[in-house]
């Protein structure tokens, strides 16, 4: 049987769908593109078979079929598992991805750093409970999805430098344990925005605009008001995937916000 014609094995689908999840966005799937390159040499499929896999992949996305975008209609069955598997357990398919990533990696440079995984290993504390390490893993991958799904720019401002970025949690880490990997559950906005909206100082409402406490802000701050109050009521810039689910943006609003 030729490569052409083998089934994907779940190793391959999960390095695709970690492609389409964090790396890429619709109009960057097609043979060309250098990290599908990259990627199909590891797994050992063609560039032009990867990039139809992600087409497949996009085809079972709603927020492609929702913007009048299609994929193409070979979708297999075991493409459609795994998009349930990972909709229904964000961690426990960041976390798969991350090890298959490291065993990749592992064999295509074995006397080098990891050339994929950009993000340095978390610092662990001994004491931390084996679940919340295992959690804490696919925080690199989560930080990606959000940010790609926003092109790596924060959603309020625009801007771009992945230094001053965040892939700001919408309900805190600390208050949802089952959501804390779900990039439905982020927002990609610069620091000071993320501290805002950590804080309370500013929301979402149910129509994606920016909502600014009603606080009693200093008229003197230029800074701030320019930056910040100056934001009410600003429609957020639209993620092409991951767009922040309302019972999250619901959740900020009646428990973190202050209104």
């Known amino acids: 049987m030729s490569v052409r014609n083998k089934p994907w094995t779940r190793q391959q689908l999960l390095v695709a769908y970690y492609l389409y999840t ?6 960057q799937c097609h043979a060309g593109q250098p990290l599908i390159i990259k990627y199909s040499s590891l797994i050992g499929r063609t560039p032009n078979a990867l990039a139809m896999k992600l087409c497949n992949i996009a085809s079972l996305d709603p927020a492609i079929i929702n913007s009048g975008r299609k994929g193409l209609t070979g979708a297999s069955a075991a493409d459609r598992s795994m998009w ?11 976390i798969e991805v991350e090890a298959v990533l490291a ?28 679940v919340k390490t295992a959690v804490r893993i696919g925080q690199a991958s989560f930080r990606r999805a959000v940010l790609s799904a926003y092109a790596n720019r924060c959603c309020i401002t625009g ?7 965040v892939a700001s949690h919408i309900i805190p880490w600390r208050d949802d344990v089952d959501n804390r990997l779900n990039p439905h559950n982020g927002l990609a906005l610069s ?20 909502v600014v406490s009603a606080q009693n802000w200093d008229d003197k701050d230029e800074f701030l008001h320019r930056t910040l109050v100056s934001c009410h009521g600003q ?25």
């Open 191 to 210: 620091m000071l925005h993320d501290k805002a909206f950590d804080v309370g100082l500013i929301t979402v409402d149910e129509k994606r605009r920016v």
């Open 103 to 130: 065993e990749l990696t592992a064999s295509a440079f074995p006397d080098k750093e990891s050339q994929i995984r950009d993000q340095p290993a978390p610092d662990y504390h001994a004491g931390e409970r084996q």
């Open 22 to 27: 964090t790396e890429l966005t619709f109009g």
């Open 235 to 259: 429609l957020l810039n639209q993620p092409e995937k991951f767009l922040p689910h309302q019972k999250f943006l619901e959740h900020h609003r009646e428990h973190i916000f202050l209104g």
């Open 159 to 165: 801007l771009s430098e992945p230094r001053l970025l």
């Open 84 to 94: 349930q598997e990972m909709q229904s357990d964000w961690a426990a398919f960041f």
